[in-house]
């Protein structure tokens, strides 16, 4: 009888191991490809604030050429810019568009015209 009790111990003991070693491998290969996810969604992430960045800058040099060549700006004009130029800034722009926005800022302000 106690042979019979040290073999069924074995058992549970390599069962154990098993059961260890699989719960284990399973979970590592869980935490790799969590770790993948995550590091190909930064990837994506950054790619995306980079495509913004660069749109802003478009829209912002396009908009600051026009009105610089038009000589002046109405408040509606300062603000659309505003908004354009701050998430183009805390995102990281500078530069051209900057220098140009400041240009911009230093125009004659001057009344919205009411179309009919």
Request: glycine residues 6%; charged residues 30%; aromatic residues 6%.
């Amino acid at each position: 009888m106690e042979s019979f009790l040290k073999i069924i111990s074995n058992i549970n003991t390599i069962v154990l191991i098993i059961t260890g070693l699989s719960i284990s491998g399973i979970l590592k290969k869980y935490l790799n490809w969590k770790k993948t996810n995550i590091e190909k969604s930064n990837e994506r992430i950054m790619l995306i604030e980079k495509t913004q960045l660069a749109i802003l800058h478009n829209k912002i040099y396009m908009t600051t050429i026009q009105l610089i060549e038009k000589g002046s700006v109405t408040l509606d004009d300062l603000e659309d810019l505003r908004y354009l130029f701050e998430p183009y800034k805390q995102l990281g722009g500078n530069g051209t568009a900057e220098r140009l926005y400041s240009e911009v800022q230093r125009l004659k302000i001057v009344k919205e015209e009411i179309k009919r």
